[in-house]
């Protein structure tokens, strides 16, 4: 007798808590199903973080660990999936979150909802901080709110249709619309979208929401002003334009030791920042540059910190333009994730805040 294959949990995961972690894994443990297996993506996390992760996930004998040492690129959940989905065998596969709590039953509903033409999302309760904090049996908790159907985050998915359009669209970063693009693009090619609410089976843990985590000054943890808003509106275009599959490359990642190599690589070119150096680097230099490595620190110019730049400009003469370091992060990265995120490169913001290293490999 063939044996039913199991179903293949994904979650990706970077500089999470590890509470959270152990809560999801554990709420597996008590599957009366346990037809399944987990294959968990680090994306790149904080050395130490990684260490205690790696400890974490060894008394988990159904999990499967993988590392992609993207330390020092924005969170990239579109490739982290798409990573797995390129190479697992099974013919269905669930993405989950790190923060989802599931019901006994779970794994069970899903081998009887498989469908090769149908993507199935589930109703989520979402806990507050406060119940969040307790232990307690699934059945004990009480819900906050519930998600709806515009939420389509935990999907149990055909694999074959995903590969065929090419998986998830790894233009979105950081966070938002890379759920509700695949379901817009799949159904586009016929495999229904299908809403599960008649019971929660999904509990979700609080935790800060990525918008509220946005700062309008430059942090150590990269961030790009409106990206959300980008995201959506790309989510936008791609359907006003009925794109239905994902045209750009898809699940290739660069080796973790040309990124770990890259990461100490010596910068050697500085570039203020005046207004016309940084727009020359993005729009002169990059598109013009192939088969190298580019180098460079952008830093303050230290005259536009001096009495006589002040002077000048209060008196209307005529001084350098500049943006911000802020507004460097917003354009240099955003024009990165656009058009050389299949290159390996390595995006830091110092310590002091007072500078932001690239390297990028042509």
Excluded at 30 to 49: A, C, I, K, M, W
Excluded at 71 to 95: G, V
Excluded at 178 to 185: G, L, V, W
Aim: hydrophobic share 35%.
């Amino acid at each position: 007798m063939k044996l039913e294959a199991p179903i293949v949990l994904i979650y990706a995961f970077k500089n999470r808590d590890l509470t959270r972690v152990k809560r999801t894994l554990d709420s597996l443990v008590l599957q009366s199903n346990q037809n399944f297996r987990v294959e968990f993506v680090n994306y790149g996390s904080s050395t130490e973080l990684t260490k205690e992760l790696e400890l974490l996930i060894g008394d988990y004998s159904f999990v499967k660990y993988n590392y992609l040492a993207y330390q020092n690129q924005p969170w990239n959940k579109s490739r982290a999936l798409n990573y797995i989905i390129k190479k697992i065998e099974e013919p269905f596969f669930f993405i989950s979150d790190i923060d989802i709590i599931f019901h006994p039953k779970f794994i069970n509903l899903l081998h009887n909802m498989k469908d090769k033409d149908k993507m199935h999302f589930y109703k989520v309760g979402y806990l507050s901080e406060k119940e969040t904090l307790l232990q307690k049996s699934f059945e004990d908790y009480q819900v906050e709110f519930y998600s709806k159907v515009d939420a389509k985050g935990m999907t149990l998915f055909p694999t074959e249709i995903v590969r065929k359009n090419r998986g998830f669209d790894e233009f979105y970063h950081f966070w938002g619309a890379e759920d509700a693009d695949i379901h817009f693009r799949l159904s586009g090619k016929g495999c229904e979208s299908v809403f599960y609410e008649e019971e929660t089976l999904l509990l979700h843990q609080w935790h800060t929401s990525y918008r509220k985590t946005e700062s309008k000054e430059l942090t150590k943890n990269l961030q790009i002003k409106g990206i959300v808003q980008i995201n959506h509106q790309h989510l936008f275009f791609n359907q006003q334009d009925g794109v239905t599959i994902n045209y750009k490359q898809w699940g290739e990642v660069s080796a973790n030791a040309v990124l770990e190599e890259l990461d100490n690589v010596t910068v050697n070119q500085v570039i203020l920042n005046r207004k016309v150096n940084i727009d020359h680097f993005i729009y002169g230099i990059l598109p013009n540059v192939t088969n190298t490595v580019i180098t460079v620190k952008f830093t303050r110019d230290s005259y536009e910190k001096s009495l006589k730049y002040k002077v000048k400009k209060i008196l209307g003469k005529k001084v350098p333009e500049y943006y911000t370091l802020k507004e460097v992060n917003d354009l240099v990265l955003l024009h990165l994730i656009s058009f050389y995120r299949d290159c390996p490169y390595s995006y830091k913001i110092t310590a002091d805040l007072e500078a932001i290293e690239l390297r990028l490999k042509l």
